[in-house]
């Protein structure tokens, strides 16, 4: 527990200290909720489960979607 400590106290003192710091994590944030917000809505539809019974077929519908935008 003591070194997860030590890590995370090295990284938080590292980014606080920097100027950019703060810019940076607030890209990271956004592109993590870009990521998992926006493209989970509307590439990963729970939809798929109901429409195509296997990986294949569901990989296939993404593929071809992506492909006609």
Same mark, same amino acid.
């Given at each position: 527990?003591?070194? #997860? +400590?030590?890590?995370?106290? *090295?990284?938080? %003192?590292? *980014? $606080?200290?920097?100027? #950019?710091?703060?810019?940076?994590?607030l890209v990271i944030i956004v592109k993590l909720?870009?990521?998992?917000?926006?493209?989970?809505? %509307?590439?990963?539809?729970?939809?798929?489960? $109901?429409?195509?019974? +296997?990986? @294949? @077929?569901?990989?296939? *519908?993404? +593929?071809?979607?992506?492909?006609?935008?």
């Open positions: 527990m003591k070194i #997860l +400590t030590r890590i995370f106290s *090295f990284y938080y %003192f590292g *980014f $606080k200290n920097m100027r #950019l710091g703060r810019s940076l994590w909720f870009i990521i998992f917000g926006i493209l989970k809505v %509307f590439i990963y539809d729970n939809s798929l489960h $109901k429409l195509y019974a +296997t990986q @294949e @077929e569901k990989s296939q *519908f993404i +593929t071809h979607n992506l492909k006609n935008y």
